[in-house]
């Protein structure tokens, strides 16, 4: 394609000509910038309170009704560092697909939404982030941060074996 | 389970076979060369597309392969010469049927015009040939069935009554009841804030609401409703089957098919029934020549019924074959230690010890009924459902299973429990009573379920408490409350700190966005909008037992 035709709302990133450029909101957990893919987020909201699942991992933090939907809510901090989050005001939940299920993640704070594109989204290096690498899309440098984007379907989604 | 898309993708890939079989003999057909078997067989073959599009609801494919089917009778009847022109618009139309078969496996919207012109010429050649050869009666028989083509509802008035709606939409009009349902219950708890003298008329207002909603709730759950016709159908084919595999003569009958139950119980239906049904022809029926032997028809029936009652659908299976063989069984339990040997049980007891776990044992493992799987995972699946399943046997003369399930898993009566801080839902159902205990009544096992004397029956008792590790639960049986519930032949009693109330609530599957959780059928929500699970008391035991031994 020739980049003349590129249509104005496209936005760049450095230097970069976007091509397939995908939007990615941006939050972080314990100090963490991460990054889903906006078209996966369904919402975002306050806590609300949620019923404990009993017998299930502690970064399942139970589950709440959202417009008569039961959805899970996963505690990423606990999930990838096995720290509990110390639940404040300022928390959010960000409800979003991931694969088939709609799940919702507790996030310290939302930052922003970056517009990006593949050229932009690096390959993750072993050791460089807390969260094991298959859960990793890529990695995307702004000025200084740099963002994990994080494969929902895989971290969150349903597992691959299902019981039978 | 053998769902309707699963059908359907057969069905599909059944066309696929007989456009090429088709293809293959259109290939040989020239006007020189004509064969009438030939005709009749791809006659078959577009009749066959035809029917199965049909009753699938793919209309597109069914009213292209209509003008097909008809242009080959009328080739088949020798009312039009098998000309070149015919044999390419043919051809043609495989490719047509092909394309339209591919987008229905992809889920594809069909291009607008495809085959259309097509449609037209096989149309034409048919009749063409009809002012070409003049028999004038065959144009008159033929013309209803032309008129089929655009004026439906002059043949079929019928059809015009009913209309095919997308299980989505009926899914999400439950929900939406579902969700009023939850309204009116949140309405109801802040009646009580209501001052006496002002809540009167407001009262009387809400239980007007409460009336029409429940009505609303029936006739959306009617809307729901299948004939267990779906399932009952297949059984024939599994009789016919697994007897000819055994050498054995059976003969099906089925009564009451067209019994509704929710779709939701259909969907569940299907695995139990199949896996009993092949019991009774394996184990059940005797073989014909053990049958005439002690004056049998060699011929055995197995009937298969379904009637409603009392809410309940109950579902029959009896055969008249020899019953079950309660020495064996009974032998075989005492063997396998599934009850100590030297207890009494009663010709009842002895039948039903084929649902207990592990009787299933190799010397009635065969390749028909024992694929690892005992008459266990039948009751388990039924009880699953909030049902039951018991069996009935006469010596010599055969074995009556009663399957008795809810006519829907959408809605239950259910009672709130709290312990600790937590609700949980228990089906009323399952519960026969609730007191208090008294101490000396509960028995501490090391390693073990507690028991407690009920009445000099000694019953498990499961303290909801340490099975979900609820804090700041009454840990006391005797300064808490047991609510006695059964499941199948299992009695337990469950140790909760207060019963709140009774309510309908709407069941929601968790497992939509979650993991299975062990011990918990469900979730609904309750009337100040918190979800609230709903205890699985069929797999309650299981797990607790688990968790005692793992303790």
């Not at chain 2, 099975?467 to 909760?496: T, Y």
């Amino acid at each position: 394609m020739n980049s003349e035709v590129i249509a104005p709302q496209s936005a760049t990133i450095g230097s970069n000509i976007v091509r397939e450029h995908s939007q990615f909101l941006i939050f972080s957990v314990n100090y963490e910038e991460y990054g889903v893919d906006i078209m996966t987020v369904r919402e975002i909201r306050g806590w609300s309170d949620a019923t404990r699942l009993p017998n299930t991992p502690e970064y399942v933090r139970g589950v709440m009704n959202l417009r008569g939907v039961i959805v899970p809510i996963f505690d990423l901090r606990a999930r990838f560092t096995g720290i509990l989050t110390e639940m404040t005001p300022k928390h959010v939940l960000i409800v979003l697909m991931a694969g088939e299920r709609m799940v919702s993640i507790l996030a310290d704070t939302v930052s922003d939404i970056i517009t990006a594109n593949s050229e932009d989204m690096k390959c993750a290096p072993d050791m460089v982030t807390t969260v094991e690498q298959r859960y990793i899309t890529g990695l995307i440098a702004v000025d200084q941060r740099m963002i994990v984007v994080l494969n929902m379907e895989k971290l969150l989604g349903k597992p691959l074996s299902p019981k039978p | 389970m053998v769902s309707l898309e699963q059908f359907k993708a057969g069905f599909l890939t059944e066309c696929d076979e007989l456009l090429i079989d088709m293809e293959a003999m259109l290939m040989q057909l020239t006007p020189e060369n004509v064969d009438k078997e030939t005709l009749n067989a791809m006659f078959r073959c577009a009749h066959s597309i035809k029917g199965g599009s049909g009753a699938f609801g793919m209309d597109a494919i069914m009213d292209f392969t209509h003008n097909v089917e008809a242009l080959l009778d009328a080739m088949r009847e020798d009312r039009v010469p098998v000309s070149r022109a015919a044999v390419d618009a043919l051809l043609h139309s495989v490719d047509i049927v092909v394309t339209m078969v591919n987008c229905a496996r992809a889920n594809t919207p069909l291009p607008d015009d495809l085959g259309k012109e097509l449609a037209v010429t096989l149309h034409t050649l048919a009749h063409m040939t009809h002012q070409a050869i003049e028999i004038a009666p065959k144009i008159v028989n033929e013309a209803p069935q032309d008129a089929t083509l655009v004026v439906v509802p002059l043949v079929e008035p019928i059809a015009s009554t009913t209309i095919r709606v997308d299980v989505d939409k009926l899914d999400k009009l439950m929900n939406i009841v579902g969700e009023l349902v939850i309204t009116e219950a949140m309405i109801k708890a802040r009646l009580s804030d209501v001052p006496a003298d002002h809540s009167m008329r407001l009262v009387r207002g809400v239980d007007e609401l409460s009336h029409h909603t429940r009505e609303l709730q029936e006739a959306v759950m009617s809307v729901r409703m299948q004939s267990v016709k779906s399932i009952f159908s297949r059984m024939p084919r599994i009789v016919r089957d697994v007897s000819a595999q055994l050498g054995k003569d059976i003969m099906l009958r089925t009564e009451g098919e067209h019994t509704e139950v929710d779709k939701t119980v259909i969907e569940h239906l299907a695995d139990p029934l199949t896996h009993m049904i092949r019991n009774a022809v394996d184990h059940g029926i005797e073989s014909p020549e053990k049958r005439v032997s002690v004056g049998k028809p060699a011929q055995g029936t197995i009937v298969l019924s379904a009637t409603h009652q009392s809410g309940r659908i109950i579902i029959e299976i009896s055969d008249d074959g020899a019953g079950i063989n309660r020495e064996r069984v009974l032998s075989k339990a005492k063997e396998k230690g599934l009850i100590p040997y030297d207890t009494h049980v009663s010709d009842e007891e002895c039948d039903n010890l084929i649902f207990m776990p592990g009787f299933s044992t190799a010397e009635f493992v065969s390749n028909v009924s024992g694929r690892g799987v005992g008459m266990d995972v039948v009751r388990r699946n039924i009880e699953r459902l909030d049902g039951t399943v018991n069996v009935a046997s006469q010596q010599g003369k055969g074995s009556v299973f009663t399957v008795s399930l809810p006519l829907t898993l959408a809605i239950l009566d259910g009672m709130i429990v709290r312990v600790g801080a937590e609700f949980y839902v228990m089906p009323i159902a399952s519960i026969i009573e609730t007191f208090r205990p008294n101490a000396h009544d509960i028995r501490h096992v090391e390693g073990h379920m507690d028991v407690m004397n009920v009445r000099g029956a000694f019953i498990p008792v499961i303290y909801l408490h340490r099975l979900f590790h609820i804090p700041k639960a009454q840990k006391d049986a005797s300064k808490a409350l047991v609510v006695l519930v059964e499941s199948g032949r299992d009695k337990m009693g469950i140790v909760v700190d207060e019963l709140v109330g009774q309510q309908q609530v709407v069941m929601k599957n968790l497992e939509v966005n979650t993991d299975p959780v062990a011990a918990i059928a469900g979730a609904t929500i309750l009337g100040d909008g918190r979800v609230s699970l709903i205890l699985d008391i069929a797999q309650m035991k299981h797990v607790a037992v688990h968790y005692a031994h793992t303790a």
